[in-house]
C-alpha cells in the first residue's frame, strides 16, 4: 500500500490558510535555505503523485507552469508528478500529466493507494485533506512550521477532530526558524 502524506505549511498557531504574508514559495535559490530546499527535493524524489483539490490545483495550475529556469526544480516536478484534481465542477485539467478525479474521491484515492507506485502528497487543499484524514487515509503528515502566528485561517485538522497516538518520525530545523515535524498517523 502506498504512502498518503499530507505536506503543509503551517504557522506557529496552527494555520495552514496562507492569509497574511507569510510564506511564498522560493523561486530563486539565493532566496530559498538551501536545507530546507534540498529536503522538499528529497520529499519530491519520493512521491510520483500529488492529490489536490480544484482550488489549489488552479493557483498552481496559474502560478508553476509559468516559472521557466526555475532554479529550484519546483516547476520541473510539478509538470512532471502525476497530478489528480478532486473536482465536480472542473471539466479539462489544462495541465500535463493532470487527471481530473470525479465521482467519490475517497474511493478513488483509496484506489490510487492500493495501486503501484511511490507516495501520495497532497498539500492545500484544505477541504480535502479534512476529508482524508475523517476518513482515515493519512499514513503520515509532514509539516514545514514557520515561526508566524497569524491568529486566525483555516487549520489541517477538522474542527472537532481528535486523534492520538500520532508518532514523531522525524524533526529538524532550517535557517530563518522553519522546522519540519514528521509524524506517523495511527
Known amino acids: 500500500m502506498r504512502t498518503l502524506a499530507i505536506t503543509q505549511n503551517i504557522t506557529l ?9 507569510w510564506f511564498s514559495p522560493p523561486t530563486e535559490v ?6 530546507l530546499l534540498a529536503e522538499t527535493r528529497a520529499q519530491s524524489g519520493q512521491s510520483d503523485t500529488m492529490l489536490l483539490g480544484r ?25 512532471d508528478v502525476d497530478k489528480y484534481v478532486v473536482s465536480s465542477t472542473l471539466r479539462d485539467p489544462g495541465w500535463q500529466n493532470a487527471t481530473i478525479l470525479g465521482g467519490d474521491p ?42 508566524v502566528v497569524q491568529g486566525r485561517g483555516r487549520r489541517l ?3 472537532g ?7 514523531l518520525l522525524d524533526a529538524r530545523r532550517f535557517c530563518g526558524g522553519v ?6 498517523a495511527p
Do not use: M
Open 106 to 147: 475517497i474511493e478513488q484515492v483509496r484506489t490510487l493507494k492500493a495501486g503501484p507506485g511511490l507516495d501520495i502528497v497532497t498539500t492545500g487543499s484544505i477541504t480535502l485533506c479534512h476529508s482524508l484524514i475523517e476518513a482515515g487515509l493519512v499514513d503520515e503528515y509532514r509539516l514545514f512550521v514557520y515561526p
Open 55 to 79: 482550488r489549489t490545483f488552479e493557483d498552481f495550475r496559474s502560478y508553476w507552469p509559468l516559472q521557466r529556469d526555475d532554479p529550484t526544480g519546483v516547476a520541473e516536478y510539478l509538470d
Open 13 to 21: 498557531d496552527g494555520s495552514i490558510e496562507i492569509l497574511d504574508d
Open 30 to 35: 539565493e532566496d530559498a535555505d538551501e536545507d
Open 157 to 159: 485538522f477538522p474542527d
Open 179 to 184: 522546522a519540519l515535524t514528521r509524524y506517523e
Open 161 to 167: 477532530y481528535t486523534t492520538a497516538g500520532l508518532r
